[in-house]
């Protein structure tokens, strides 16, 4: 496993960490709350989800040197998928989440996916 990796676990499990604490911690009262614990959620998914991804992308070629490329890759489509599940849990938090809504934030998260998956 390369260094780096080890970085990433631990300030994931900080943000980990941090995340139970502004759900236990605090009432979301207001919005900034709420912005807050989305916000934290959204790196925390990003972090966690980018190591078993980078773990199947190291699978899928295993002779690959650049084990940075094949974690940058990784952490491209977690950012998606924390940014779909962080967006949806925004829009029922702010009573926003009416089926039209959903499938037009899931439309934007497929066209996202499809940019993201162009090489260039």
Request: aromatic share 16%; charged share 10%.
């Amino acid at each position: 496993m390369p260094k780096f990796l080890y970085t990433v676990l631990v300030f994931a499990a900080l943000l980990w960490w941090a995340l139970l604490r502004i759900l236990v911690g605090k009432a979301p009262d207001n919005a900034w709350v709420i912005l807050l614990f989305l916000l934290v959620l959204l790196i925390t998914l990003t972090l966690t989800l980018s190591l078993p991804l980078y773990l199947l992308f190291h699978k899928r070629a295993p002779e690959f040197a650049n084990l940075r490329f094949l974690y940058r890759k990784s952490l491209k489509w977690s950012v998606l998928l924390g940014f779909f599940v962080t967006g949806i849990l925004g829009l029922r938090a702010f009573n926003l989440g009416s089926t039209l809504n959903i499938i037009l934030f899931s439309l934007l998260c497929v066209v996202l996916g499809f940019q993201l998956g162009k090489s260039r």
